[in-house]
């Protein structure tokens, strides 16, 4: 039986090195990566897709459009094994007076309103298999830049929506019949030796590590439990 991965968040060049991981191990992948909306021209990030990756449509935003995506992925890929959520919002460095609603309506809605449907649909799926992989990817913000900065308020706060998201899943992982991981990684890390780092331990971790939260860096990854 071939091995169901689904991978799903914002364009960035994390999301990118994970697909380009999910690649090595199998076929065929779906992936949802929404448009990074809040990134200025210069700013934006390349994303490259593989052959092997099927895209599939996600609106964040919209409860029935989350299930609608893991309704289309079990469609294509017959199962889902292994379901990776990456969280790597964009920084968005303004000054409280300089907010504009729009960018704080997107970042609500793109990178922290879609992980909840997202993850219900997800955790109702594995039950009823009785198992799967719930493995949540963080990517570290600085919020605070450097010292000629203006501090990062929406990206930040997108991150620790996502932290304590995943927190409160990994402190409730042992009453589940499935796995569910947590993996972060400070922004300037190696997102190569990260997605790789990321996919060693969903193969090789076993059953023991569920409920870890598990933190890249340095060519190693330090975990915890919650």
């Given at each position: 039986m071939t091995r169901g991965i689904?991978?799903?968040?914002?364009?960035?060049?994390?999301?990118?090195?994970?697909a380009v991981e999910a690649a090595k191990r199998v076929e065929y992948f779906a992936a949802a990566f929404i448009p990074n909306r809040l990134t200025t021209p210069g700013e934006a990030k390349t994303f490259s897709a593989t052959d092997s990756l099927i895209p599939l449509h996600w609106n964040p935003g919209s409860p029935v459009s989350a299930r609608t995506l893991i309704l289309a992925a079990e469609n294509r890929l017959e199962h889902i094994n292994d379901a990776l959520l990456i969280?790597?919002?964009?920084?968005?460095?303004?000054?409280?007076?300089?907010?504009?609603?729009?960018e704080i309506e997107i970042m609500v809605n793109d990178h922290i309103k879609?992980?909840?449907?997202?993850?219900k649909e997800l955790?109702?799926?594995?039950?009823?298999k009785k198992t799967g992989t719930l493995a949540l990817v963080l990517s570290?913000?600085?919020?605070?830049?450097?010292?000629?900065?203006?501090?990062?308020?929406?990206?930040?706060s997108a991150v620790e929506s996502f932290r304590a998201f995943t927190q409160g899943l990994l402190s409730s992982s042992?009453?589940?019949?499935?796995?569910?991981?947590?993996?972060?990684?400070?922004e300037s890390s190696?997102?190569?030796?990260?997605?790789?780092?990321?996919f060693k331990f969903?193969?090789?971790?076993?059953?023991?590590?569920?409920?870890?939260?598990?933190?890249?860096?340095?060519?190693?990854?330090?975990?915890?439990?919650?």
């Open positions: 689904l991978l799903a968040g914002n364009e960035s060049s994390l999301s990118d090195a994970v969280c790597a919002p964009p920084s968005v460095r303004k000054h409280p007076g300089e907010l504009v609603a729009t879609g992980w909840f449907f997202l993850v955790t109702a799926l594995f039950r009823v570290e913000l600085n919020p605070c830049g450097g010292r000629d900065e203006a501090p990062d308020l929406i990206g930040a042992l009453e589940e019949p499935f796995r569910i991981l947590g993996f972060s990684a400070p190696n997102t190569t030796e990260f997605a790789a780092f990321i969903l193969e090789e971790g076993g059953k023991r590590s569920n409920g870890k939260w598990l933190k890249f860096g340095k060519g190693r990854g330090l975990f915890s439990r919650y």
